[in-house]
């Protein structure tokens, strides 16, 4: 365990913006997190993850305490399913490659996208139709003021669509070391009519597919749409996909016939953020080296020496814009920090 001062985060962040940290340190198993926590004031940490929902606005002047713990093991299975648990240090895709490995069904949709284990229950990451909470059993997490271990089930969690208990009422408190996840071992449960996934199947001439065909089609589909953050620094998608009444939704029809959507519930109707910002003309915009994706205008990019204040006033801009034009509010997906 080493400790770092004046600490450079710029390859710790996938914006790649170049803030610096008063101290860094990064911990590989429980017992030295325990160890930091208990030699500093809970109110002057910061924990880092993979680094990959984030939007660093200036330096960090706590303790960073990086989560480098690594770790999968079985902790059950049956003929059918088997109960994983995976360290939070653990990087959120391989370890999706890893059970594919395995034939094991559940993460496949989830394929590719950027972060740790560790971090994936705070907003419940999801793609193409599935979620965390999909597969979700249960999560360990050390309180970083009583340094008490506590496990969440998939009930305590409360997860909502890109939300959680931990970033509402227990923001801030925990740090999750590790996930366990239920995954099929046979009998698939296939996911394939989110999105471009059948059509990407379609052209590939796959007509049964198998679980590694659909992480294979969503990796394919993520690689055409989203830039690499080791070559441009993104954070994936910047803003949720708003959920709207229905009633709104119609009027929001009324005036522009083809606004894509998806049913939420008989209330509610979810509308496509990167379809609103596109016809709001944000598509490839830039200012300075603060930018939006010319493939995907749901992705904010660093052209190479943006400032997070710089994306910070692209993104509120774009919020207003939207507002105005469409009369929807856009929430960021990432953590303004």
Request: charged fraction near 25%; proline fraction near 3%; charge should be negative.
């Amino acid at each position: 365990m080493q400790i770092l001062r004046n600490f450079s985060l710029k390859n710790h962040n996938s914006f790649g913006i170049d803030v610096r940290a008063n101290r860094f340190i990064s911990v590989e198993n429980t017992d030295d997190l325990r160890t930091i926590l208990r030699k500093t004031y809970a109110s002057e940490v910061f924990i880092l993850g993979g680094g990959s929902n984030m939007l660093l606005t200036g330096d960090i002047k706590k303790t960073v305490i990086h989560i480098g713990i690594k770790g999968k093991e079985i902790i059950s299975e049956t003929e059918d399913q088997v109960l994983i648990r995976a360290a939070g240090g653990e990087n959120w895709h391989e370890f999706v490659l890893w059970s594919l490995e395995q034939n094991y069904g559940g993460l496949e949709n989830l394929s590719l996208i950027p972060g740790n284990v560790g971090t994936a229950p705070i907003q419940n990451i999801g793609a193409y139709g599935v979620e965390l909470k999909d597969s979700f059993v249960s999560c360990h997490a050390m309180n970083i003021q009583t340094l008490e271990e506590r496990e969440f089930s998939l009930e305590d969690c409360e997860f909502e669509y890109r939300n959680s208990v931990f970033k509402n009422q227990l923001k801030g408190q925990y740090i999750i070391t590790s996930v366990n996840f239920r995954l099929t071992k046979k009998d698939h449960s296939l996911h394939t009519d989110y999105g471009s996934i059948k059509a990407e199947l379609e052209s590939s001439g796959i007509d049964s597919p198998t679980i590694r065909d659909i992480s294979n089609a969503v990796i394919s589909i993520r690689q055409s749409k989203l830039p690499d953050p080791a070559r441009l620094g993104n954070s994936g998608s910047f803003f949720k996909n708003p959920v709207i009444p229905v009633k709104q939704f119609e009027k929001l029809q009324e005036k522009f016939p083809g606004v894509p959507s998806y049913h939420v519930s008989d209330e509610a109707i979810k509308v496509p953020a990167g379809w609103l910002i596109d016809k709001a003309g944000f598509k490839g915009y830039r200012e300075g080296d603060a930018g939006v994706h010319s493939n995907q205008a749901l992705v904010l990019v660093n052209y190479g020496e943006a400032t997070g204040q710089e994306i910070l006033a692209l993104s509120e801009k774009i919020q207003r814009e939207i507002k105005k034009k469409f009369g929807v509010q856009l929430e960021p997906e990432v953590n303004i920090i």
